[in-house]
Every structure is written in structure tokens, then in C-alpha cells.
């Protein structure tokens, strides 16, 4: 991914350039054995894509190293590690949703509401971990130095290495010898919201938006993108299931239960445009 991604050049020069045969023929045909696309993503400059220091120390920012970089600046190390971190902490949303989805029985199996609520609890712990001590790794600040990953070498810097790409693929049938748009890593790309979202029964009310992280599941690794898959289609879902127990309480308390029976409002969404603007004109946004 690396090779490829600089073999085409780097920010606006790379649209529509010829990535020569002899490196577009074999990064095809792995790409199609592995399931992937043949494109730098967020599996191959995250995920697969560190060390430990410290073989038997923590995954943690100060015994993480990356094992390829662009730039070899501090603020891209930063910013990848940030990921690797994140993932890690992100194992107990997996086992909670792992003993969510036994817990919702199937397949002859019934469900067992008390381990539903226990592994909806870890869910709420984990995420509330994620969110609250991983994320600002993003955002620490060195004293003396300002931010490890600054904003400015990040967009100045690192976007042009690992934004979309269209280009030809030279050699490579499948593409007809026309230029491909490819989109670059993003962390839209990792399973673990699109997994918790598909456990909840979650969906994206912008449909664009829902189209495009669709699509960037077959960046994902197939195992991945199978597991998202796997909890999407389990039935009963958790929607499904806390739906059939609101209605059978009801009816066993009576008429004067009927609020119960009430389908369940949509998950409320933010409203998008004042962050937006906030971030594309923060000098001359205001409220």
C-alpha cells in the first residue's frame, strides 16, 4: 500500500497518473486474493501496520512504533498511534457485543434477557472508554512544543500522502485501462462503529453518507466486514427483540399499558452544519 500510494505521487498530482504495470499487476492480485481493494487503507496503515517496543509491554502511545510512515515526522506517528490505541481499547466493545449476540439466542436458542442487559452495560462502559480517555490522545500537547500531531503538518503534510486517489491501473483487465477512484484511509473504515451500529439496529438517516460507509466496507478486512455483516443479519436483533418485550409486558399489564406499545423513537442525530462550518471557516463562523 505504501509502495503504491507513492509510486502514483502524492495530493492532486496523483489524479488520473499511470501506476506502472510491473507495480499495478501484482497489487491487483493480491488485493483480490486478500478481498481488498488495491488501495492504501486504514487496515494498511493502522492495523497492520505497528509494533510493540516492548514485546511484552501494553499497547499503549509509549510502546507503540510504526512500522512504516510517509514523512517520518513526529505528528503522522502521533496520529496513526492514536488509532492502534483506540483499537486496542476497543476489544471489550467486541466482547460485549460478542455476548450481546448470545445472549439474543437464535436458532432454537431463546434469548436470555439478563445477559442482554449485562453485555448492554459493558457496551456502554467500553464505548464510554473509547470516547472519553482514547480519543484525546488526538489532542495532547507536548510542554513546549505545542500538539504532537499538529494541525497544520497534518493537512499540509500528511493529507496529501493518504487522501483519494484516480488512477490507471496499467496491465490490469479488470479496470479496462481506465482511471479508478480509490478513496484514502479514513477512520470511517474501522469495523467498530459499524458493528455497534448494526448490534443496535442503527441506521444512517443521510443516504449519501450511509451509501459511502457501505462502500468503505470493502476497504475492511473480509474478516471484518464478514463480522459486521454476521451481526447485521442475526435475528432476533436488539431492536427487534426489545420491541416483542415492550408489547408482551403491555398486553400481560393491560390497556392502561398502552404507552408501552409505542415503537421506539429514532436514535436523535446532531446537527451537522455548524461543526462544519466551524471547522471549514473557524475565523469567520458564528453561531
Known amino acids: 500500500?505504501?509502495?503504491?500510494?507513492?509510486?502514483?505521487?502524492?495530493?492532486?498530482k496523483a489524479q488520473a497518473r499511470v501506476l506502472p504495470r510491473w507495480l499495478a499487476v501484482p497489487w491487483c492480485?493480491?488485493?483480490?486474493?486478500?478481498?481488498?481493494?488495491?488501495?492504501l487503507d486504514y487496515?494498511?496503515?493502522?492495523?497492520?501496520?505497528?509494533?510493540?517496543?516492548?514485546?511484552?509491554?501494553?499497547i499503549s502511545m509509549a510502546n507503540v512504533r510504526l512500522l512504516n510512515r510517509f514523512t517520518g515526522l513526529v505528528d503522522e506517528e502521533w496520529f496513526f498511534k492514536t488509532h492502534i490505541v483506540i483499537e486496542s481499547e476497543a476489544a471489550e466493545v467486541v466482547q460485549a457485543l460478542s455476548r450481546g449476540l448470545d445472549a439474543l439466542g437464535g436458532a432454537g436458542t431463546p434469548p436470555d434477557p439478563e445477559a442482554l442487559l449485562l453485555s448492554l452495560r459493558?457496551?456502554?462502559?467500553?464505548?464510554?472508554?473509547?470516547?472519553?480517555?482514547?480519543?484525546?490522545?488526538?489532542?495532547?500537547?507536548?510542554?513546549?512544543?505545542?500538539?504532537l500531531c499538529d494541525y497544520h503538518m497534518f493537512y499540509h503534510r500528511l493529507?496529501?500522502?493518504?487522501?483519494?486517489?484516480?488512477?490507471?491501473?496499467?496491465?490490469?483487465?479488470?479496470?479496462?485501462?481506465?482511471?479508478?477512484?480509490?478513496?484514502?484511509?479514513?477512520?470511517?473504515?474501522?469495523?467498530?462503529?459499524?458493528?455497534?451500529?448494526?448490534?443496535?439496529?442503527?441506521?444512517?438517516?443521510n443516504e449519501a453518507?450511509?451509501?459511502?460507509?457501505?462502500?468503505?466496507?470493502?476497504?475492511?478486512?473480509?474478516?471484518?466486514?464478514?463480522f459486521i455483516r454476521k451481526v447485521r443479519e442475526h435475528a432476533p436483533s436488539v431492536r427487534d427483540f426489545v420491541v416483542d418485550l415492550q408489547q408482551a409486558q403491555?398486553?400481560?399489564?393491560?390497556?392502561?399499558?398502552?404507552?408501552?406499545?409505542?415503537?421506539?423513537?429514532?436514535?436523535?442525530?446532531?446537527?451537522?452544519?455548524?461543526?462544519?462550518?466551524?471547522i471549514r471557516s473557524p475565523l469567520t463562523w458564528e453561531p
Open 250 to 278: 403491555a398486553q400481560a399489564q393491560g390497556p392502561e399499558a398502552g404507552l408501552a406499545t409505542a415503537p421506539p423513537r429514532p436514535w436523535p442525530r446532531p446537527p451537522l452544519q455548524p461543526p462544519r462550518r466551524a
Open 1 to 12: 500500500g505504501f509502495g503504491g500510494r507513492g509510486g502514483a505521487g502524492e495530493g492532486a
Open 43 to 58: 487496515a494498511g496503515c493502522v492495523l497492520y501496520n505497528w509494533d510493540r517496543v516492548n514485546r511484552s509491554g501494553p
Open 29 to 39: 492480485a493480491v488485493a483480490a486474493r486478500l478481498g481488498r481493494r488495491p488501495m
Open 209 to 226: 453518507l450511509g451509501k459511502l460507509l457501505a462502500d468503505f466496507e470493502g476497504y475492511m478486512p473480509t474478516a471484518h466486514a464478514d
Open 159 to 205: 493529507r496529501n500522502f493518504i487522501g483519494g486517489w484516480e488512477v490507471v491501473y496499467e496491465g490490469v483487465e479488470a479496470f479496462g485501462g481506465k482511471p479508478v477512484r480509490m478513496a484514502g484511509p479514513s477512520g470511517a473504515m474501522s469495523a467498530l462503529l459499524p458493528t455497534v451500529d448494526a448490534f443496535l439496529g442503527i441506521s444512517m438517516s
Open 122 to 147: 459493558a457496551l456502554e462502559g467500553a464505548l464510554w472508554r473509547v470516547a472519553r480517555v482514547c480519543l484525546p490522545i488526538m489532542f495532547e500537547r507536548a510542554e513546549g512544543q505545542g500538539a
